[in-house]
């Protein structure tokens, strides 16, 4: 070993950045988490990331994701349970492949997994499994959410006790096909100067298994009340939609994909329009950047994830670190590195 080899690894030790928080969980690749609070305790239901064999490419090919396993805690700094395979994608009767970021819902008795998956036609579709545990194991229905497509549904329930749907992702979350309402699988990305795609929301049914309504659009706009433009990328939507409530206020929270944002708007009820406000979270290591906000005991708690165990993309690791508002409800932003 040469001094000048050991001047560049002191050099990188130095540089190197320090993580605010360690892997919750470190036995499996996890991802995508979504955090709920059921009967005292969190409950975090995320993708479980594995080693597909599929190359790289711009349509997330190699999340190639298989089954889901839910995890618990009795608080956000305590032990970890893994409650084991909560879904499995061959017991979803109509999917094909790449089961990808889940969230979940409680509702009467019930709990309701909800879930994108590739049907045997390769389109992303939103489909729901219920179990009477909010660790699963859950029952796949047999067909997909009628009106849901894309990726990355998260259900948010209102202190009214209405539930909605915000679900969508451009590239490989395909909502560039469902431009028009209906499939098309020539449908093409917005160019730079087009107003961006919007993500989607729609009321859940009582049974919670369908929408009680066509899908909208979810407007997030500028200090002006304009729309982004697909070149505003480091502020347009692109996946992993949240919402949340915080003194009366809604916050719509999401991932500007390729610019490794996790951003968020502000508005006055749940369809929006949501305001631009800034950044949650910034980026992680690894390309994609995916997140949960939820209060616990008075506190709120970022959940999300980053690659520091595998140094790849395709294999993430679930985080969770306090989140902080500022007295005028804007957020404080958390970078994830010291
Ligand atoms: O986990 C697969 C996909 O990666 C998710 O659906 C996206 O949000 C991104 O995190």
Redesign the pocket.
């Known amino acids: 070993i040469t001094f000048a080899l050991l001047g560049t690894m002191a050099s990188h030790a130095q540089t190197k950045k320090q993580p605010i928080s360690q892997p919750l969980v470190t036995k499996i690749y996890t991802?995508?988490p979504s955090a709920h609070v059921f009967n005292g305790k969190i409950y975090i239901y995320p993708?479980h990331?594995i080693e597909s064999g599929i190359p790289q490419d711009d349509n997330?090919s190699h999340?190639g994701?298989k089954d889901y396993h839910i995890f618990s805690m009795d608080t956000p700094t305590g032990k970890v349970t893994d409650h084991g395979v909560a879904l499995d994608i061959k017991d979803i009767p109509w999917a094909g492949r790449?089961l990808?970021?889940p969230d979940a819902a409680y509702k009467n008795g019930t709990y309701y997994l909800y879930f994108?998956v590739k049907d045997k036609q390769d389109i992303f579709r939103i489909g729901v499994a219920t179990s009477k545990k909010p660790e699963g194991p859950f029952k796949a229905e047999k067909s997909p959410i009628e009106g849901a497509y894309s990726?990355?549904p998260s259900v948010f329930q209102d202190t009214d006790g209405n539930y909605y749907m915000y679900f969508g992702?451009i590239w490989?979350?395909q909502l560039q096909r469902w431009a028009t309402g209906t499939y098309d699988e020539n449908g093409k990305l917005k160019t730079q100067q087009e107003e961006a795609l919007l993500p989607k929301v729609a009321k859940m049914s009582k049974d919670m298994l369908s929408f009680a309504e066509t899908p909208k659009d979810v407007k997030i706009v500028d200090e002006n009340g304009n729309l982004f433009l697909e070149g505003n990328n480091d502020k347009r939507f692109f996946?992993?939609a949240w919402v949340h409530k915080y003194k009366g206020k809604y916050y719509f929270s999401y991932?500007t994909g390729d610019t490794h944002f996790i951003a968020y708007a502000i508005g006055d009820n749940p369809y929006g329009p949501f305001t631009y406000k800034g950044v949650v979270l910034k980026p992680v290591e690894g390309w994609?950047?995916?997140h949960s906000i939820v209060e616990f005991k008075g506190k709120w708690y970022l959940f999300y994830?980053d690659v520091q165990l595998s140094g790849q993309t395709h294999l993430?690791n679930i985080k969770v670190t306090e989140l902080k508002y500022n007295a005028d409800g804007t957020i404080i932003p958390i970078d994830p590195y010291k």
């Open positions: 991802a995508d993708s990331d997330g999340f994701m790449q990808w970021a994108p990726i990355d992702g490989g979350g996946e992993a991932s994609t950047n995916h994830h993430r």
